[in-house]
């Protein structure tokens, strides 16, 4: 109730803070058909960052009322860690290493269909609805010079699909740029998979693990602020 409380404030203040900043000569229905938009959103010390949880974020408005949402996000990691010791003896010097090595990708797409109300003193009410899916492969090998030390490869399948639907206002504060605040609700249905393997190289043994897991969430969004940057 207090992070809602603070969120509306803050919300207020923005708007307090734009309209002092720019001044809305026309309060007539702004043209927005065949537009494109870059989205960012802003956080609470007025920062812009990532809209929705996604790196990229675009509408395409096939007119004044309904336009088509798309969001992107795709990351990828590789560690490559090698460990090595040099033991000193008298007559003997021994070498040994262990090598740890992990990769990881995430790609997230969401597609949202958005339906606007007529705009009234740059005031506009939209409502939507869509879908996302994303995937979070993980990969970990783990090999040593060390015989008693068992070789691993573990990896990870994580996946899923969802539904979402949201409701927002937004206000032009330009022809081409609109302050948002949105609410959403989603549900999500996910898949996790874990296979563990390992070798045992002293006895030529390999043991073999395997961990599944389905997730069903509902998630109500918090209150999401952003800004429309329009082309």
């Known amino acids: 109730m ?14 307090t803070f734009i309209s002092n900043l720019f001044a809305q000569e026309d309060n ?10 870059l989205q960012f959103g802003i956080s609470s010390n007025f920062t812009l960052s990532s809209f929705q949880g996604s790196t990229i974020s675009a509408k395409y408005h096939f007119n004044n009322n309904s336009a088509l949402r ?3 996000t795709l990351s990828q990691s590789e560690i490559d860690q090698k460990f090595t010791a040099t033991n000193e003896y008298p ?19 969401s ?11 740059s005031i506009a009410m939209y ?22 030390r068992e070789a691993s490869t573990i990896n990870y399948t994580n996946f899923g699909v969802g539904i979402s639907a949201l409701i927002g206002v937004e206000w032009f504060v330009r022809s081409n740029m609109g302050i948002t605040a949105e609410y959403g609700l989603g549900y999500e249905y996910s898949i996790y998979e874990k296979e563990e393997i390992y070798y045992d190289n002293l006895h030529d ?4 693990y395997k961990t599944d897991r389905t997730n069903h969430n509902f ?9 429309s940057v329009y082309f």
Request: no cysteine; glycine share 6%; proline share 2%.
């Open 2 to 15: 207090q992070k809602a409380k603070l969120s509306i404030f803050t919300f207020i203040l923005l708007l």
């Open 28 to 37: 007539s229905q702004i043209d927005l058909t065949n537009k494109y938009a």
């Open 70 to 72: 798309l969001g992107v």
């Open 91 to 109: 007559d003997t010097l021994y070498n040994s290493f262990d090598n740890d090595y992990s990769s990881s990708q995430q790609i997230y797409i």
């Open 111 to 121: 597609l949202h269909y958005i339906r606007y109300l007529k705009t009234y003193n």
């Open 127 to 148: 409502y939507g609805g869509g879908i996302n899916y994303f995937t979070a492969p993980r990969n970990i090998e783990s090999s040593s010079s060390n015989q008693s």
């Open 205 to 208: 043994n390999i043991f073999r």
């Open 219 to 227: 998630t109500p969004s918090v209150v999401r602020f952003g800004l």
